[in-house]
């Protein structure tokens, strides 16, 4: 019985996620569309701080607290990896560090405009490809040090972290290097904020699907 509780609590957990990403989805469509410019605003998904950024940080936090209390209480040691995975992730959102690294890289190695890039563009590109590499190995570790029981459950969390990383990277990437007349730069910004968006609320429902007393029949095959 507390098993279907907890599922239905899940699902509605993940109903007043995706309710909110779509609402601020629209309410970044709307807003920019009354602006003769592309200010600044809290409502829009791309200001740093404003509303959507803060519901995301809501959800790195609850993410986090999850996996803490299952290293704790179910002793799964290995989703350790996703706790400095995720830890990491809302690091850098928090602190902007791919803006400030980047910034820091440029200048330290004095990067040059090169190939139509400016220095704090390749100084990015740098910085996405550690974090990539920091990404993909924390991943590793972690699926290989993972027990059969939550080999599964550790597999959808990755896949999950992937699709969220298509949009927080591959699209951001698109979106930070091309320029575009102010229509397709609203679509762009709604596809590479909002996928990103929605991926975490994805990842919050699985990840506290996994604190279910029928964990075992969630996890495995």
Not at 42 to 63: A, H, N, R, S, V
Not at 68 to 90: D, E, G, M, P, R
Not at 112 to 126: M, N, P, R, V
Not at 183 to 211: K, R
Request: proline fraction near 1%.
């Amino acid at each position: 019985m507390r098993t279907e509780q907890h599922k239905r609590y899940c699902y509605v957990v993940l109903a007043l996620c995706l309710f909110l990403d779509f609402s601020f989805i629209l309410l970044h469509i709307v807003t920019s569309y009354q602006k003769s410019a592309y200010s600044d605003s809290i409502l829009l998904l791309d200001t740093p701080y404003g509303l959507p950024e803060l519901f995301q940080f809501l959800k790195y936090m609850f993410i986090l607290t999850l996996i803490a209390t299952y290293i704790l209480k179910n002793k799964w040691k290995s989703y350790v990896a996703l706790f400095i995975l995720f830890l990491t992730f809302f690091m850098d959102d928090l602190f902007q560090l791919h803006n400030l690294v980047a910034s820091y890289i440029a200048t330290v190695f004095q990067l040059k405009e090169s190939w139509g890039l400016k220095g704090q563009d390749l100084g990015y590109i740098i910085y996405i490809l550690c974090l990539g590499v920091i990404v993909l190995s924390i991943s590793w570790f972690g699926f290989f040090k993972t027990s059969n029981k939550t080999r599964n459950g550790y597999k959808t969390i990755m896949l999950l972290v992937f699709l969220f990383l298509f949009f927080g990277i591959i699209m951001d990437g698109v979106n930070h290097f091309m320029t575009y007349t102010y229509g397709p730069q609203i679509l762009f910004t709604v596809i590479e904020e909002g996928g990103e968006m929605i991926a975490l609320s994805l990842l919050v429902c699985y990840i506290n699907s996994l604190g279910t007393h029928g964990k075992r029949n969630l996890i495995q095959k």
